[in-house]
């Protein structure tokens, strides 16, 4: 993998600062044609990013219908043959794949190119796709905090990005114009660049959507144990905090798989230091200490001012403002 002369973090440029890097690629190569990748694919076409848009993906319907719906100017189901010629490549699959398709794609890779992706952890994406990188290779591991619980290439929208972030976490060393290039592209998709350490960004996401999912899943599947005619009225009488838990587990299964295995030290991290704060707020709730659970409750109001603040509060399923998501 191809590295600049200063082997620091600090080589990488300023989130928001290169206006003068190139927007225009001859050949992206986007694999994996989902709610992510037809988003950005809709994103190239609409603002002309891309001479030429190529699409990789395992099924040969869902290629068909990336075709049909204009966001494919060539498709294929061999990782190596979709990267030929091209100067970006996305990877946007799910973690637990990364490792095949960059052996397989490799060889393919011409000098120059830039690899990136969209993944929800990080550190992963270093170890599994490195290895497979000649030098020349510039990775640049990003991700765009931003989707929806639906998925397939019909589910994107190209302002899904619009007013989100996006974390790109390049490696020490990393060529500084190819980490420019990249952060440009999701500026123009409306996203504002943030550059974070690998590591440090899994622990953030760990606490901020990767927890979430996992106690979302744990809630809803508590509902889908319950006995018949009490699930039926769950569902009848759902308030507006169990169908947003709703909402949030039915997300792709083999995406939050993988982020969970993927993020495992973080997500484990992240999950002890809930458990202790549970147990403690089941002490209050037992105990009846009204004064405890008022704190707490004033306290995370804060919480909610700082998102709104940070405009990150537009609802889920709002398709024109975009939603956010792991």
């Known amino acids: 993998m191809a590295t600049s002369a200063d082997p620091g973090a600090n080589s990488t440029p300023s989130p928001a600062g290169d206006g003068d890097a190139p927007l ?21 076409r609409r603002d002309n990013l891309a001479g030429h848009i190529a699409v990789c993906a395992r ?39 990364y490792a095949a398709i960059a052996e397989a794609m490799g060889p393919g890779l011409r000098a120059g190119c830039i690899v990136s992706d969209v993944g929800s952890a990080k550190r992963c994406v270093i170890r599994d796709v490195s290895p497979y990188l000649a030098d020349g290779i510039h990775l640049v591991p990003g991700h765009p905090i931003a989707g929806t619980e639906h998925s397939g290439p019909e589910a994107g929208f190209a302002e899904l990005f619009r007013d989100r972030f996006c974390v790109l976490t390049p490696p020490p060393g990393t060529d500084a114009a190819a980490v420019a290039r990249v952060a440009a592209l999701w500026r123009q998709a409306g996203m504002a660049v943030e550059i974070l350490d690998a590591d440090h960004h899994d622990l953030v996401l760990a606490i901020t959507s990767h927890l979430p999912h996992l106690i979302a899943y744990t809630i809803v599947g508590t509902a889908t144990d319950l006995e018949d005619h009490l699930k039926a009225e769950v569902i009848k009488f759902s308030a507006g905090g169990f ?34 704060d549970l147990a403690a707020l089941q002490r209050a709730i037992r105990w009846g200490e009204g004064d405890r659970l008022e704190d707490l409750f004033r306290r995370t109001r804060e919480i909610r001012r700082g998102v709104i ?13 975009g939603p956010p998501a792991g």
């Open 24 to 44: 225009r690629f001859e050949r992206v190569a986007i694999i994996g044609i989902g709610l992510i990748g037809s988003s950005l694919a809709r994103v190239l």
């Open 59 to 97: 099924s040969h319907a869902t290629l068909d219908v990336a075709r049909a719906l204009g966001l494919a100017d060539s498709t294929t189901t061999d990782p190596r043959q979709v990267v030929e010629g091209a100067d970006l490549v996305m990877l946007c699959t799910p973690l637990g794949t």
């Open 243 to 276: 169908r947003d838990f709703t909402r949030i587990a039915a997300s792709d299964p083999v995406m939050w798989r993988d982020v969970f295995l993927t993020n495992r030290d973080a997500v484990l991290e992240a999950l002890g230091r809930f458990s202790e």
């Open 309 to 321: 603040a940070v405009r990150q509060d537009r609802p889920e399923t709002d398709k024109e403002s």
